[in-house]
């Protein structure tokens, strides 16, 4: 494997593993007794499962094979599977609040959903668009490979 590619991997992959850290501690040290993004712990849930799916990411890079190749593509997998369910839980519980009346009288009291993805930050994003470029690398050194060799199993 390239050494640029293998860098890029790492940075998403301790990047995302720090940040999703860095906002389960600051969710749950709020002193307020409520949670910041929402009045759910779905979001600190989904962000143990991000930090799980990056860990499983970084430690198929550290294989430094093809096997090691298709553990960390689960691992990004699974980071697109949280975003997604994240996507979706938004969207339901937006759609729930937005037929509330209070929600109805004043909606710029809906909680900010960037991209749909409820209490996001820019560096949410920036760590989902990191995933997706680096799963799609990872495809493609694959199928790279995979053409190089192809009486050779995938994995």
């Given at each position: 494997?390239?050494?640029r590619f293998i860098v890029f991997a790492v940075m998403v992959a301790v990047t995302g593993v720090t940040a999703y850290i860095y906002a389960s501690v600051?969710?749950?040290?709020?002193?307020?007794?409520?949670?910041?993004?929402?009045?759910?712990?779905?979001?600190?849930?989904?962000?143990?499962?991000?930090?799980?799916?990056?860990?499983?990411?970084?430690?198929?890079?550290l294989l430094?094979?093809?096997?090691?190749?298709?553990?960390?593509?689960?691992?990004?997998?699974?980071?697109?599977l949280g975003h997604l369910v994240w996507f979706f839980y938004t969207t339901s519980t937006i759609?729930?609040?937005?037929?509330?009346?209070?929600?109805?009288?004043?909606?710029?009291?809906?909680?900010?959903h960037?991209?749909?993805?409820?209490?996001?930050?820019?560096?949410n994003i920036a760590i989902l668009l990191g995933s997706i470029v680096l799963l799609v690398w990872e495809v493609s050194i694959l199928a790279q490979k995979r053409k190089e060799n192809p009486s050779e199993p995938a994995a």
């Open positions: 494997m390239e050494i600051v969710e749950w040290q709020s002193q307020t007794g409520e949670l910041i993004v929402l009045t759910s712990p779905f979001l600190p849930r989904l962000w143990i499962f991000l930090i799980i799916s990056f860990l499983i990411a970084g430690t198929g890079l430094k094979r093809k096997g090691g190749v298709v553990i960390s593509l689960l691992g990004l997998l699974g980071v697109l759609k729930f609040l937005e037929k509330e009346p209070q929600y109805i009288r004043h909606p710029e009291l809906l909680p900010q960037t991209w749909g993805l409820g209490g996001a930050e820019w560096w």
